[in-house]
């Protein structure tokens, strides 16, 4: 009822190619883009844009994941490694050379992409867990150089401080001005990524996902469009990293460990591969989750146990009830919360008279 | 609508309710303190000790009557040592009036460096670093307010100095480390002192996690063959190494551990104190359970009638805790007499800070001489060896500042660059 197609004529070709052909997308689109440009800032409190701005980051990461993993259907475990040759790619440019953060992101990004194509050499010979387990490989020898090469890291610590950014001589300090900081660069990565998906190069991604061979007999240069998958994809943790970076005023390679690798590959796959909504919504499933089991936890945790224990307890609950949860959303639709979504859109446009 | 929509929407109400509402404001007569923690990630071994610790002391505290009127109320968030969850939390305490942070992790304290001298946020972060924050000048809000590892590193010298007869000049020294930036920070210091003092050193890696380095040990069992042994190890790697060590037949009393290579549960975990027998560590809060304030926070816990929990079974991590919290309190006792009992913000805590010396007296023994300046922010870098004797931790050497010329030379460098 709500959402239907029928009804909906299109009759130019620029109709056809829009990017969200429906009105009532279009319209809960800019509903969703006022809230989160104008209403969210203005009303929420900083400690909830911080969660946010992590939210959004996490969103770059997660979107550059999925074009790998779930567009392409190539497995990396090192994507956080990537993150950290964004991370310290800008933080170098920007203390030794003193250059502002609209050349040292976008150079990150690059440095990251050109790894990234190195990296992805053993995907033209190598496929599934055989290539995870090159990227694994990957991810430890990016740490190991970081660590090792004061050159890079910058000494013992391995840690480059960085300035915050400025915009015409305005420092972004606060939470919420680094939330319009970090949001741009969030919506430039999901309207970049749903125009790649549906260009010659995103459509040459699903055909090598879907059957490799086959996308070479159609004619497409697989080995040519894997290497710019990984490129594309590290582009995007290039870039992520290099939020990081200038969210946290400091470049430390700590913070890209295997473990950040993990959480990113469980944004993909608890969100859904092959889906730009899904990297959104993994992104905020796995930030934002943790964070609203232990407020209610602290909130009602205290009609179960000792309130002074509640700390200790909040913490072991958050662990299971998050893994649970997890489990829960995956066996109730493997394709992850994207899919569901899906699935509810579609009982709704039937809705009331499905049969 | 299903029944199942009516369910999820109900659930989605309750959840939005519970954001809306947000927890109550502190309330005046009371100090906020945000605790960093980690309960469930890779170095829960030390949380879940020094933060139930930590708590026990400021219920101690609260019990007492607070301080200068004033009560305690810790905020804990457990980050798992991932940095998002502990940008999360910092905000979060700012949110419900904390006026200090105490830190766990070196990386999450780095990712927020530049926050709380934003928010003019005083932090504590005893034995996670970074040693260049001892300088108040370079860093006015961090406090490390116990040894570094450079001072770490300078005792440890020190002590082997001592032990091999007073002099290092020719003798051989191996540096086991767990390479990550932390376990790499005492390099530079190390390379100084071994040129001035002239010793030889070379250096061990062990990566993470550090379950397996008998290729590292057989190294400098069968080839360095060093005349002392420093270890800087974290989790289980200290355990791993005595292990080995003592397969390899090396002598434990040449090997002395810097800080967190030296709990009970290190010494449990390589097999008992039978096995290390003889091993050194360093510390820089007391051992044992022999100290008036252990002594009340168990009969406090007891009035309460509630059991003693596994947090008492390690008294190195333990005590830890309860350093940091008398440390913590001190400061803010300071803050409140500064403003003549009014209620203090960031800015006066971080000189309440800068104005300990002497603490808690029920921490007698327990706590180092500490003395904190606006230049001095480590409390002159206090350590002291304890080694393992008879089945027991056994103080070999009391307070003690290794090589203190040398290591403030190394700060000021640093802090140049």
């Excluded at chain 1, 956080?80 to 310290?88: L, N």
């Excluded at chain 2, 946020?121 to 809000?141: E, L, Q």
């Excluded at chain 2, 926070?297 to 940091?324: C, D, P, W």
Aim: charged share 20%; net charge positive.
């Amino acid at each position: 009822m709500f959402y239907r197609e029928a009804g909906t004529f299109k009759t130019t070709y620029a109709e056809d190619m829009a990017l969200f052909p429906l009105p009532i997308t279009r319209w809960s689109i800019r509903v969703l883009l006022v809230l989160v440009i104008a209403v969210v800032p203005l009303v929420l409190h900083e400690y909830y844009l911080s969660i946010f701005n992590l939210i959004f980051i996490a969103i770059v990461g997660a979107l550059g994941l999925n074009i790998l993993v779930g567009y392409t259907g190539q497995i990396s475990i090192g994507h956080a490694a990537f993150m950290s040759v964004g991370a310290y790619t800008a933080a170098n440019l920007a203390v030794k050379l003193g250059l502002p953060f609209w050349i040292t992101l976008p150079a990150g990004g690059l440095m990251a992409a050109f790894i990234g194509v190195i990296v992805g050499m053993p995907s033209l010979r190598i496929k599934g867990t055989y290539l995870a387990i090159a990227t694994l490989a990957s991810q430890l020898i990016i740490e190991w150089i970081i660590n090792h090469t004061p050159a890079i890291s910058g000494g013992a610590a391995a840690a480059i401080e960085v300035a915050r950014p400025t915009i015409a001589g305005y420092e972004l300090k606060s939470q919420r001005d680094l939330y319009f900081f970090t949001l741009f660069f969030a919506l430039v990565a999901i309207v970049a990524t749903m125009n790649l998906v549906r260009s010659r190069i995103g459509r040459a991604f699903i055909a090598i996902r879907d059957q490799d061979i086959a996308a070479e007999i159609i004619g497409i240069n697989i080995y040519r469009y894997k290497l710019i998958a990984f490129a594309i994809s590290s582009f995007y943790a290039g870039v992520c990293g290099v939020l990081y970076t200038y969210y946290f005023g400091i470049a430390t390679y700590e913070a890209f460990q295997i473990v950040v690798s993990i959480d990113y590959l469980a944004m993909v796959i608890i969100g859904g591969l092959g889906s730009v909504l899904g990297s959104v919504l993994g992104a905020i499933f796995v930030t934002a989750l943790p964070v609203v089991i232990r407020i209610m936890v602290e909130t009602f945790g205290g009609y179960i146990w000792d309130p002074a224990a509640l700390s200790a307890v909040a913490a072991s609950m958050r662990l299971i009830i998050f893994g649970s949860l997890i489990i829960f959303f995956l066996v109730v639709e493997p394709e992850g919360l994207a899919r569901l979504w899906r699935n509810t859109r579609n009982y709704f446009r039937a809705w009331p008279f499905s049969y | 609508m299903t029944k199942q929509t009516t369910a999820w929407l109900r659930a989605g109400a309750l959840a939005g309710s519970i954001l809306a509402s947000g927890p109550a404001l502190a309330q005046d007569k009371e100090i906020v303190i945000g605790a960093q923690c980690d309960r469930t990630g890779p170095t829960q071994i030390v949380g879940n000790v020094l933060c139930p610790a930590y708590h026990h002391y400021m219920a101690l505290v609260n019990k007492r009557g607070g301080v200068e009127g004033y009560k305690i109320k810790v905020l804990e968030i457990d980050h798992e040592y991932k940095v998002p969850p502990a940008i999360e939390s910092h905000e979060r305490f700012k949110k419900e009036g904390a006026i200090m942070t105490s830190a766990f992790g070196t990386p999450q304290l780095l990712a927020l460096l530049k926050k709380f001298e934003e928010d003019k946020m005083p932090v504590t972060s005893p034995g996670i670093g970074s040693s260049a924050a001892a300088d108040g000048k370079k860093y006015p809000y961090v406090f490390p307010i116990a040894a570094t590892y450079w001072s770490q590193t300078g005792g440890a010298v020190e002590f082997a100095k001592r032990q091999l007869g007073g002099s290092l000049k020719d003798k051989k020294i191996a540096y086991m480390f767990f390479d990550n930036p932390a376990g790499r920070e005492p390099l530079p210091l190390l390379e100084e002192l071994a040129k001035s003092e002239g010793f030889q050193m070379r250096t061990f890696g062990v990566p993470s996690p550090g379950i397996e380095m008998g290729a590292q040990v057989l190294d400098v069992t069968g080839r360095f063959k060093p005349d002392f042994v420093i270890a800087h190890l974290f989790g289980r790697a200290p355990s791993v190494m005595i292990k080995e060590l003592k397969g390899k037949g090396f002598p434990l009393s040449k090997v002395v551990g810097l800080v967190w290579a030296g709990a009970e549960a290190d010494i449990i975990a390589a097999g008992g104190y039978g096995i290390a027998e003889g091993y050194h560590t360093i510390q820089y809060a007391g051992v044992g359970a022999e100290f008036k304030v252990i002594t009340e926070i168990k009969e406090m816990l007891k009035a309460e009638g509630k059991t003693l929990g596994k947090e008492f079974e390690s008294t190195v991590t333990f005590n830890r805790g309860v350093y940091q919290g008398a440390v913590h309190v001190a400061a803010i006792a300071n803050a409140i007499k500064a403003k003549n009992g009014g209620k203090p913000n960031g800015e006066d805590l971080r000189k309440g800070f800068e104005q300990v010396k002497g603490l808690d007296p029920s921490l007698d023994g327990l706590a180092p001489p500490l003395a904190l300046t606006a230049e001095d922010h480590e409390g002159g870098g206090w350590v002291q060896i304890w080694s393992i004797k008879g089945g027991k931790f056994v103080k070999t050497q009391d307070w003690f500042q290794g090589y203190r010329k040398e290591v403030l030379k190394h700060v000021e460098e640093e802090n140049k660059k």
